[in-house]
């Protein structure tokens, strides 16, 4: 035991050291106890890495002084709704060759992991909530997989009283009974990605061995077995899973998905700079996409052109942002950013990533060129 604690207490040592933080001893105690253990963290190298990545991690807890709001890959994102996201952990199990993040272990551009503290962000959440007001989802959405989070339960528990409903995206892998029954307590719908019915062109589309199987039993289990709502939530690739699409359509109907939420969210696949994108012969408009849709709705009978409406989701007012467009600010680097020439550094209590080559420690003077969704990027000057 005691070696046991000694080597975790080498293990945080480098953590700390990546996020460059101080904190008391007592404190360095607990979280070398609490997040050594998990499976997420791997040490197979002398640097933290996350374990389905291989990437660095950097854990960020509040001694950290790395704010949850500014960045779309940890904290709470407030797009001006009554919808919450929370980014509990980067990374994911699969590689799929749609992926707008570019996520999993075949990355190109993906450098750098996070994982947040759950007590910290549900502190963040709980202050974003009561900004909102009544009638808050929490939607639990990370650029990777939820569920390879390994405090789920606890950040789950922590802003349960601060929402009104509970939604969680996932491709349902490390889902099981014991798990469903922990996801049940807390979770109003999931959103289950499933975007084939073939074994073969499941290897395919996730870019890794897909347990099919296993993921339609998940699905059914949800539907069947428990009071959560599922949403079955297929990525349509034209000329890849065309046939795929009606047969889903099917599954969900037959296995009861959709209980207070709709049973379907089809999404168009769209191409982002910086995700992948697999090789698709003709590309579908917004409105062939809608028409293929609505056509598919007079067939099966079921609404799958969705609106925001169909979630609760209404206009309310964004947390104020403390910085502007075109501002031009100096600031000292804290920590490593998610891609390439990708630097974090804070401003006003906002994480803003830095395009720049400098390291962390040093200091930067860059312009900030977006602010959009209270999310900040700057640019070197
Ligand atoms: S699309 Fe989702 S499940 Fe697939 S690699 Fe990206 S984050 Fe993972």
Known sequence: MISEYEDEQDKVFLLRNFIEVRISKKRYEKLAKKYTKEHIISFKSDKTLNHFTQRPLIFITKESGIPLLGHPAFGVIDRGTNLIQVRPVTGCNLNCIFCSVDEGRASRTRRTDYIVEPEYLAEVFDHVSSFKGEGVEAHIDCQGEPLIYPYMEELLERIKNSASVVSIQTNGIFINERKLEILEKYVTRIN???NT????????????????????????????????DLLIAPVWLPGIN???IPRIIDFALDIGAGKRFPPLGIQKFIKYKTGRKPKIKRYQTFDDFYRRLQALEKEYGVKLVLHREDFGIERRPRIPSPIKKGERL??????EGRTQNEMLCVVRNRVVSVITEKKTGDFVNFEVKRTKDGLFLGVEI
């Open 197 to 228: 019915l073939d074994e073969r062109r499941a290897d395919f589309i996730h870019g890794a061995r897909y347990p099919l199987k296993h993921v339609l039993r998940v699905a059914e289990m949800i539907a069947k077995n428990t009071t959560i």
């Open 242 to 244: 065309d046939e795929d």
């Open 192 to 194: 289950l990605s499933l």
């Open 330 to 335: 100096k600031a000292r680097i804290i920590a």
